[in-house]
């Protein structure tokens, strides 16, 4: 059963706008939370993280909500560039050492 | 800072062979953590080292294992491959403290014929 969910597979933007990523999560105990970039046969990227104890995070152009009642998060990214282009993975920490728990990841594509 | 090293970058193997994949974490981070991204699966968890021990373990099967050295470097090994072990790599390193972030390699990509 999956624990943290990416429900989009694919999202298409027009350069400029925003882009919003979504994830559900399942486990309550979750209590950190963060994004990663990745391209095609590399390693994600870290983008972002928060805490549970915050509701959200920002960092130039991207930002991360934290609904906790709705164990949701999203990731804001404004405005798009054609750059950000890849699959962008939410992970949790996995309420064990060392153990992130990733969704299956939804593929941005940033038209120019 | 230099980042995550991980070698080899590619590797071919066949069906019964056994395999070996190397990682160096950043300077400093004692935590390696190894994960298998597969289209089917994603990334999956595979296991934790830090500070020489295996913390964490995911559900893997025991031909996949692991170590640590004192200066954090890590290995993985898998014996007798399958060709469902065709997958790519990563090892991720942190300090090791609670929700820490980590930082990723860029993988070793193992095809099993």
């Known amino acids: 059963d999956q624990q943290v969910k990416q429900n989009s597979p694919s999202l298409s933007v027009q350069e400029g706008r925003i882009s919003i990523l979504n994830c559900d999560y399942t486990?309550?105990?979750?209590?950190?939370f963060l994004w990663y970039k990745k391209y095609p046969a590399e390693g994600p990227t870290f983008l972002i993280s928060?805490?549970?104890?915050?509701d959200k995070n920002e960092d130039g152009r991207f930002t991360v909500f934290l609904n906790k009642s709705a164990k949701h998060l999203s990731l804001h990214i404004v405005p798009s560039q054609p750059g950000d282009s890849a699959v962008y993975f939410c992970?949790?920490?996995?309420?064990?050492?060392?153990?992130?728990?990733f969704g299956k990841g939804t593929k941005l594509s940033v038209k120019p | 800072k230099a980042g995550v090293t991980q070698t080899p970058r590619y590797l071919i193997k066949t069906r019964g062979q056994q395999v070996t994949l190397s990682c160096s974490p950043i300077s400093g981070h004692r935590s390696v953590s190894w994960y298998q991204q597969t289209p089917g699966q994603g990334l999956q968890f595979l296991f934790e080292y830090f500070s020489e021990t295996q913390r964490n373990k995911g559900n893997f099967p025991g031909r996949f294992s692991g170590r640590q050295f004192s200066n954090s470097r890590s290995e993985m090994n898998v014996s007798t491959l399958e060709l469902g072990d065709s997958a790519l790599y990563l090892c991720a390193s942190s300090r090791g403290d609670w929700a820490e972030t980590q930082y990723f390699g860029p993988g070793t990509r193992l095809l099993v014929l």
């Open positions: 486990n309550s105990m979750f209590d950190y």
């Open positions: 992970a949790a920490n996995g309420g064990s050492q060392g153990n992130l728990i």
């Open positions: 928060i805490s549970s104890i915050k």
